[in-house]
């Protein structure tokens, strides 16, 4: 297989290594001046920019081992391109950007195999193996204690040093021990450098307590301890000259059982943030791992858009309830007359005259009979102009003439002119009406495409 390397982490070099023993090919290299300088035996491979392993169909997968923006930045877009990569989590890689890799995974199918090494060691697959078949009982507890050395005087411990000593480790706990949902970081011996020792607890409904450790130490040192019900078993060193050979057979084939997918690498960088919530908050964190999909973003994004809506729609629904009281164009008596039909409007006039029509007649004896019953007023609606206009008044008179002719009390008190009424404002508040739903509703008729967002189905080879 032709392989193309992107990055310059010293990580890559004993995969590099493994792969050329095994028969296989680097055409290329991109953005890893860093590494070549350092390991002057892998100088023979042609260098070139990201974009041209984009088009380059020679190269058949690739290597990808750094953490700079820019080697992220390629590895998403080969793996948009569709190229299978090998990949070398690193701390700075981050859930958001595993998260995203996830998403074109699942978009273009393309293969992407985190390089977690100790998943392939031979001593830890047939630990794995006898821990499947409880050769020695139901385990009770997994814990890795590492010692890690520096090259400085200090001997405390930062925060990067753990992060990054503890990816592998997790995955391995993990894999051992099973999909775990609760984390506690703890951090023994603070000070401003750092701390003297980390501890992470890991832990699960049904499943053994996993911790892992780390202190400093003069030399680096590893050391694995799985208690079951009959013994401990205890393994030391982390590293196997054959995991690497065993990493890039299966990276070609794709033959073990034990081979980690990404989603692996995604719950690995789930539990780092959930250890760095862990000691913010002093407190155990609860892990929900859910498969990643652009359809379940798409329904994440739309249930908080939708409690969004809803609360928008109620806030609007009593603005316009407080608007229309303090603001309404006509009074409430006004309103409450023309409810009742003791309203006489400009049409049951003659056009600019005194005389109601021959149907406003007959509403107006009808009016004087409720009148008589009820304590009601009658108000007319005032012709064009302001109130109060020579012919609203003749109108009024005679209104009031005839009320009192067909037996009405006080109907001088009892008949008024309306308000002048604007036109203008009722049309705003009828469209206001029907504006403060609008939202809700263009939302619930976009709750359709989530029908349209099926789930992507695995292409057939």
């Known amino acids: ?183 506690t970081a703890q951090r023994s011996g603070l000070t401003e450098q750092g701390c003297s020792q980390a501890t992470l607890t890991l832990a699960g409904t049904g499943l053994p307590d996993a911790i892992w450790t780390a202190r400093r130490g003069s030399t680096d040192a590893w050391r694995l301890t799985v208690e079951t019900e009959h013994s401990p078993i205890t393994l030391e060193g982390s590293t196997n000259p054959q995991s690497a050979a065993a990493l890039i057979a299966d990276f070609v084939a794709s033959v073990a059982l034990n081979a980690p997918e990404w989603s692996d690498a995604v719950r690995v960088f789930d539990v780092l943030d959930a250890a760095r919530r862990s000691l913010r908050r002093r407190r155990t964190i609860d892990l929900h791992f859910e498969t990643l999909s652009e359809r379940q ?10 409690c969004g809506m809803l609360t928008l729609t109620l806030v609007l629904m009593l603005a316009l309830l407080g608007l229309g009281s303090l603001l309404e164009s006509s009074d409430r008596a006004v309103r409450d007359a023309e409810a009742a039909g003791l309203l006489l409007k400009d049409s049951d006039f003659e056009s600019h ?25 009658v108000f007319l609606e005032p012709a064009s102009g302001p109130p109060n206009s020579e012919v609203d ?46 939202p809700l509703v263009l939302f619930l008729v976009l709750q359709g495409l989530i029908l349209v967002a099926k789930p992507t189905s695995p292409r057939k080879s």
């Open 1 to 183: 297989m032709n392989f193309a390397l992107l990055g310059d982490d010293a990580a890559a070099a004993p995969l590099i290594q493994a792969a050329l023993a095994a028969g296989h090919r680097f055409v290329r290299s991109a953005l890893a001046e860093r590494l070549m300088t350092s390991h002057p035996v892998f100088a023979a491979i042609p260098q070139c920019s990201w974009e041209d392993l984009l088009i380059d169909n020679t190269v058949e997968a690739v290597l990808v081992a750094g953490d700079s923006d820019d080697v992220q930045t390629a590895a998403k877009h080969l793996a948009s391109a569709g190229k299978p990569l090998l990949i070398v989590p690193r701390l700075a890689f981050g859930a958001a950007c595993a998260y995203e890799l996830s998403l074109i995974r699942d978009d273009s199918h393309v293969k992407l195999l985190p390089a977690f090494e100790q998943r392939f060691n031979p001593e830890l697959v047939a630990l794995s193996q006898r821990l499947v078949s409880r050769e020695r009982g139901t385990i009770r507890r997994l814990q890795v204690d590492r010692v890690l050395s520096s090259a400085s005087a200090t001997s405390s411990l930062t925060e990067s040093e753990i992060e990054a000593a503890s990816i592998n480790d997790i995955d391995l706990l993990q894999w051992l021990g099973g999909r775990y949902d609760q984390v």
């Open 297 to 306: 973003q798409f329904k994440t994004q739309m249930t908080a858009i939708g």
């Open 353 to 377: 005259a005194a005389e109601l029509t021959p149907t406003a007649e007959a509403r107006l004896a009808h009016m004087a009979q409720r009148l008589k019953d009820e304590p009601k007023s």
């Open 393 to 438: 008044q003749r109108r009024r008179f005679k209104i009031v003439e005839r009320l009192t002719n067909l037996g009405v009390e006080a109907a001088d008190h009892r008949t008024s002119l309306a308000a002048t009424r604007s036109t203008g404002w009722d049309t705003l508040m009828r469209i206001l009406r029907l504006a403060w739903i609008a």
